[in-house]
């Protein structure tokens, strides 16, 4: 937490936007150093996490504005609110440990719910219709793009073998069946990577952050900062690509920031956890 309110260099005044507001645990903390009239920007495309969030941060009145979509939409959600170029944007991808907790949702194999992995439960594509109707390759494919697993081909003939007989309607029931499938008993469960791929697919998450991270300079001050959390090397190739563009970016972090042995302690998610940020030049859009 330390390092993230470091890099973003708070200044009195300043608009800073966290955009993967989450349970607001960092907004919580930019929060107890804004100064002066400074103000936060919370976005999230989880509507249910929203209202979570915004309960936690009511102590902060007036300092805060929250708003329910994707971190996609940064530009259009200032432009509806009003609010020109800030100085500091936050981004922590990912699924957050709120929904992982929350069985219903389906994000974790490790609790029973629908295979459902949607961050906006208004859209329609989640990871049952994937899991029952795309192609044996092209689930193959997917498997292996976002989870970057090797046995992808063997989990996706399963999944079909399976499924020819039986829809797969639960987490436990996808997850018990990769766990037989490839008979793996180690401290990575077998199913994590497949369970990875389906929700980087039901929500597009790389296409959006590739996305994002190229209209962040058109909402930053110059000299405004960009700072983003990722949790695997797809998501860090794609942030450390981006901000070696020295048309719109100093790169503040040439190797990623990781936690320190006291934070993973306090929060073992934080063991993968790999910081970036960048500044805005000055002769940047």
């Not at 989450?22 to 989880?46: K, M, N, P, T, Y």
């Not at 805060?64 to 936050?90: P, R, W, Y």
């Not at 450390?240 to 936690?259: G, S």
Request: charged residues 30%.
């Amino acid at each position: 937490m330390d390092e993230v309110l470091s890099f973003l260099n708070l200044k009195k005044g300043g608009i800073y936007v966290d955009l993967t507001l989450g349970a607001a645990g960092h907004s919580c903390a930019i929060l107890d150093h804004l100064q002066g009239d400074a103000h936060l920007v919370g976005v999230d495309r989880d509507a249910g996490i929203l209202e979570f969030a915004k309960q936690k941060l009511e102590k902060y009145g007036g300092k805060f504005t929250l708003c329910h979509g994707a971190f996609v939409d940064i530009c259009k959600i200032l432009e509806e609110h009003n609010i020109g170029k800030v100085d500091g944007v936050l981004m922590d991808i990912g699924v957050s440990s709120w929904q992982l907790d929350q069985g219903q949702r389906g994000f974790s194999f490790r609790k029973e719910g629908p295979l459902d992995m949607r961050m906006d439960r208004s859209q329609s594509l989640t990871a049952e219709k994937i899991v029952n109707s795309y192609p044996e390759t092209q689930l193959a494919d997917v498997i292996y793009r976002y989870g970057e697993e090797h046995r992808s081909r063997q989990i996706a003939r399963a999944i079909v073998h399976y499924r020819d007989r039986k829809k797969i309607l639960s987490t436990l029931e996808l997850a018990n069946l990769i766990q037989n499938t490839l008979r793996y008993r180690g401290k990575i469960h077998p199913a994590t990577k497949t369970f990875q791929a389906l929700r980087i697919e039901v929500n597009q998450e790389l296409q959006q952050l590739q996305t994002t991270l190229e209209n962040l300079p058109k909402v930053l001050k110059d000299k405004g900062r960009a700072v983003v959390i990722s949790f695997h090397s797809l998501e860090d190739r794609i942030v450390k690509h981006a901000f070696k563009n020295k048309e719109f970016w100093n790169n503040l972090t040439k190797k990623p920031v990781i936690a320190s042995r006291e934070e993973t302690r306090e929060n073992p998610r934080s063991r993968s956890a790999k910081l970036r940020c960048a500044e805005k030049l000055s002769d940047g859009v």
